[in-house]
């Protein structure tokens, strides 16, 4: 039996003056998916989270998150969502723990979780310093660590790892998907095709505000595989990509019969590949 999904948007528009940010969105997610916004700068995936959220009021159309309508959300919605927003404000003269405490108190989560929350977020031996001494990395943990606190259903991430580390981008990306073997949804935004790819059960690819294609990255990559390439490794350490045709076996098979031949992988398109292809722009 198909259940109702748990975020549904309907012919969503949003229009700053005369300019229009968001053109007849329409997309649903399911209970426990990763999804993927996925678009350049301006594309409108912070519009879209703060519509879903309730922070932004669309012009037309419906955005539903738990079965509530998001303009008219009440305060309770947010004891069952979790945000991660570029502007989330830590207290910067606080502790990490004393404000996860903060939150805590609101949200009555016991003290026992905050501690296990830090370690999870890899923050507890920095636990008593202040946040102003934190760098962008330890804060951006931290904002996420009081995202989950109180075990949203839903969690929202614009670019959770933009301007992060490679290290604490992996740490990261292990928390979502520890995540989401606890049931969690999450909608991440982001312009990071291998994050996406990485993370997403599903994907919508935006462009100026218009969702161009939506699926998983897999269904994605095998109906653009239009052009079979293979990425070939050749004795000397020569590396080349060619695109399938006579001409290519052949010499695939001559390199092999003469030994030369190391590797070869048939390559598929990336999700920045189709990006372009569908849209005829870089994702960044
Ligand atoms: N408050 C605002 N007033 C006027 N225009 C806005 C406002 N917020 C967003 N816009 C415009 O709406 C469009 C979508 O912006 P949005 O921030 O949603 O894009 P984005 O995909 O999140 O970009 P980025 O990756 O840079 O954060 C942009 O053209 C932006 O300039």
Same mark, same amino acid.
């Given at each position: 039996m198909a259940t109702a999904p748990i975020i549904e948007v309907k012919h969503l528009y949003k229009n700053f003056g005369d300019q %229009?940010?968001?053109?007849?969105l329409d997309f649903s997610i399911q209970n426990g998916e990763i999804f993927g916004f996925l678009g350049p700068s301006g594309a409108g995936k912070t519009t879209t989270i703060k519509i879903l959220t309730g922070q932004l009021v669309a012009n037309s159309g419906t955005a539903t998150v738990l079965g509530n309508n998001s303009y008219y959300f009440k305060e309770d919605i947010y004891e069952h969502i979790g945000v991660v927003t570029?502007?989330?404000?830590?207290?910067?003269?606080?502790?990490a723990y004393d404000n996860l405490r903060t939150f805590a108190r609101i949200f009555n989560v016991d003290k026992m979780s905050i501690d296990s929350l830090l370690k999870r977020v890899n923050l507890y031996n920095d636990r008593?310093?202040?946040?102003?001494?934190?760098s962008q990395g330890m804060k951006q943990r931290l904002i996420l660590a009081r995202a989950i606190l109180n075990r949203p259903q839903i969690l929202f991430l614009d670019e959770? %790892?933009?301007?992060?580390?490679p290290g604490t981008t992996q740490k990261i990306h292990q928390l979502i998907l520890e995540l989401k073997n606890f049931g969690t949804t999450v909608f991440l935004t982001t312009h990071n095709m291998n994050e996406a790819a990485k993370l997403c059960d599903r994907v919508a690819l935006l462009n100026n505000g218009k969702i161009a294609e939506i699926g998983s990255p897999q269904a994605l990559s095998l109906k653009y595989n239009k052009k079979i390439q293979y990425k070939i490794l050749l004795k000397g350490n020569t590396v080349l990509k060619l695109t399938d045709s006579d001409e290519t076996r052949q010499k695939i098979n001559w390199w092999m019969e003469n030994g030369e031949l190391q590797t070869i992988h048939s390559c598929e398109p990336t999700l920045e590949d189709i990006f372009l292809e569908v849209t005829g722009r870089k994702l960044k």
């Open positions: %229009t940010a968001l053109k007849n570029h502007d989330s404000g830590l207290y910067e003269s606080l502790s008593k310093k202040l946040v102003k001494k934190f959770p %790892t933009n301007g992060i580390d």
